[in-house]
């Protein structure tokens, strides 16, 4: 379950018009966001988007071309002030875990509690281990230990200080499925314990959806759209965002009589002019099966279960367009069977 988290309240994090290159690469182009007390952001994207630059440049390991940093209202970077990474209130979890070899599970997570006695210490460290099913491991080295066990003494390591901002690079990555999903679980109930604010980058919409209290889509250094899983699916704000979060069906056409007319029907558009050549996008979930008639014919060609979906491709009856759709479970339909559709206009995006 996700955490309500308060937006009424002052950030823990403000980002403000970052930039960055790298020669004359733009890597970052005028990023802005607020992040709050108790909330997970997952910044989503394609690899070489900026995601990590966007990490390393929070953490203090680099330094933007312009723009602020604020942490609870404090500057922390600026053109003219750069707070170095060990001052900043910020913990990073590298893709890679970075352990240090040489030190115990224990000594690993003891490594940055500075300010406590011996006995706060062991205590807190012991605690933390427990929690997270490590206590037996408290003496061994990373290399004696699995995928899964080092990524969540990297997280353990990462939240004793008790950080403000919790930065997260695609921690989950080098895990198998199975493994990955139980991980992640697992460490979304220690993020929603805590009352760090998270950053965590992926490169996976369904692991965005599952652990973003927000999700920011990002695309050649920019930000294309910020908000909830409601937001980004129902209010996308172009075609972009629409591919990202399912596959799609698309077509060009020309708005006429507050219309756009497709395979698959006609759909409103009337906030747009007539005579607009426009791009129509229907999710492949948008689809229900009902039964045939003279106007609602589709003739199945492909059928592929995937274990718990069903995609099928069919055709129109009057013409060979291919249409793709998804629908839960297993389907009863078979290869040429004549089925009729119905959409949810939810689902129908126009740009």
């Not at 699995?146 to 353990?156: D, H, I, K, T």
């Not at 692991?207 to 908000?227: N, P, T, V």
Request: proline share 4%.
């Amino acid at each position: 379950m996700k955490k309500i988290v308060n937006y009424l309240c002052e950030p823990r994090l403000r980002i403000n018009s970052i930039s960055w290159k790298i020669g004359n690469k733009k890597i970052l182009d005028d990023i802005s966001f607020s992040l709050f007390p108790g909330e997970v952001l997952c910044l989503l994207g394609d690899s070489g988007c900026g995601k990590t630059s966007l990490l390393r440049i929070i953490s203090g390991l680099d330094k933007q071309d312009s723009g602020e940093i604020h942490i609870n209202e404090e500057t922390i970077s600026s053109i003219n002030l750069n707070i170095p990474p060990e001052s900043r209130p910020v913990s990073l979890i590298f893709q890679d875990y970075a352990l240090f070899p040489h030190l115990t599970v224990y000594q690993n997570v003891a490594y940055g509690l500075k300010d406590l006695n011996k006995r706060q210490k062991k205590f807190k460290i012991n605690k933390i281990l427990s929690d997270l099913g490590l206590i037996q491991y408290s003496e061994k080295y990373p290399h004696e230990l699995s995928g899964g066990e080092q990524q969540r003494v990297a997280l353990a390591r990462a939240t004793a200080p008790e950080p403000i901002i919790l930065l997260m690079d695609e921690p989950f990555s080098g895990l198998d499925r199975s493994l990955r999903e139980y991980i992640r679980e697992e460490t979304i109930s220690v993020l929603r314990n805590s009352e760090s604010a998270v950053i965590l980058v992926t490169h996976d919409p369904e692991e965005a959806m599952l652990m973003g209290d927000r999700i920011a889509l990002m695309k050649d250094g920019k930000i294309i759209q910020i908000g909830s899983n409601d937001e980004l699916i129902f209010q996308p704000v172009n075609d972009y965002t629409v591919s990202t979060f399912s596959n799609v069906n698309t077509y060009n056409t020309r708005v006429q009589s507050n219309k756009v007319k497709t395979p698959l029907g006609e759909f409103e558009a009337s906030d747009i002019e007539d005579g607009n050549e426009v791009k129509v996008l229907i999710r492949d979930q948008a689809f229900d099966l009902t039964s045939p008639s003279k106007k609602n014919c589709y003739i199945v060609k492909q059928i592929d279960f995937t274990g718990e979906k069903t995609r099928i491709q069919l055709t129109p009856r009057d013409s060979g367009d291919i249409i793709k759709i998804t629908v839960s479970g297993v389907s009863s339909v078979k290869i040429n069977d004549n089925i009729g559709l119905t959409v949810d206009e939810r689902f129908v995006h126009i740009f």
